[in-house]
């Protein structure tokens, strides 16, 4: 799980270096799809099984009111949008799962609201990530994150989606909610368990609708913008250890 991480991480450094105002997402994903390749590697997301259609591209690239899976197409980046790259890698069996938020263009570009809703969930996934300690409960997370997210901000914490465990399969149990569940009060997250955490911050309602054509795209109900962080965490006897970090990202306590 170590190398897996530290593979996907190299990835997104790599997938940082060529993020740019009129690239397309189709352009990122083909390099995302290449790279993995030549390397030996398997993008986890390309055929991953849907309720209407396998999903059929590598990664997930959701810009501004889009909240996860987003299908890479020949829309361009613009200065002033707000785009969410999201990586999963297969390495030797093994996933490794992380995402980011990219502002696009100059700071100036971008509204205050998306920068916002990227700060917030940026912060968000840290003192998620803070709050574990080993055997403690899955609910402290999104006790964290609803926390931050409606005392600084009054920002939607999406819940229909949710972090996961993770290990030989990309999705396993348990779920990792980023809004307490009955659920995640009786899960504990002992050493040795990997996990994602990855909230979904929108700037407005938590609410969500998915497009009915493609079956993956998944909008914020009132068009407001919406920003994701993701690591793949080990739980260790000493805490939480980040396995998806990146040399050149966003560090705790980035000011966007
Ligand atoms: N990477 C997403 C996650 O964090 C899942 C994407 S599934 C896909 O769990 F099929 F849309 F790629
Ligand atoms: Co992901
Ligand atoms: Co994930």
């Given amino acids: 799980m170590r190398d ?41 997301c390309l055929g991953y099984p849907g309720d209407r259609m396998p999903f059929p591209k590598s990664c997930c690239i959701s810009i501004n009111d889009v909240i996860c899976h987003g299908i890479p197409g020949e829309t361009e980046l613009h200065p002033g949008d707000i785009a969410n790259i999201d990586l999963t890698t297969v390495v030797h069996g093994w996933y490794g799962d992380q995402s980011e938020t990219f502002l696009i263009g100059e700071n100036s570009d971008i509204s205050e609201t998306a920068r916002a809703v990227t700060q917030c969930a940026f912060d968000a996934l840290y003192l998620g990530i803070g709050a574990t300690k080993p055997g403690c409960q899955v609910a402290v997370i999104g006790e964290a994150i609803v926390e931050h997210t409606n005392r600084k901000y009054g920002f939607g914490v999406v819940d229909k989606y949710v972090g996961h465990g993770i290990g030989s399969k990309f999705h396993q149990r348990p779920n990792i909610p980023h809004v307490p569940s009955r659920q995640s009060y009786q899960d504990r997250l ?9 909230p979904m911050i929108n700037g407005g309602s938590a609410r969500s609708v998915c497009d009915r054509r493609d079956g993956w795209t998944v909008r914020t109900y009132d068009g407001q913008p919406s920003a994701q962080f993701e690591h793949t965490i080990l739980m260790t006897e000493d805490g939480p250890e980040i396995l998806t970090l990146t040399k050149h990202g966003p560090q705790p306590g980035h000011q966007f």
Wanted: charged residues 25%; proline residues 6%; aromatic residues 12%.
């Fill in 4 to 44: 897996a991480g530290q593979f996907n991480a190299r990835l997104m450094d790599e997938v940082r270096a060529i993020v740019r105002p009129g690239i397309k997402t189709v352009e990122i994903d083909r390099f995302v799809y290449e790279f993995t390749q030549d390397h030996g590697h398997t993008p986890a």
């Fill in 190 to 198: 002992y050493p040795g368990m990997c996990f994602t955490i990855e």
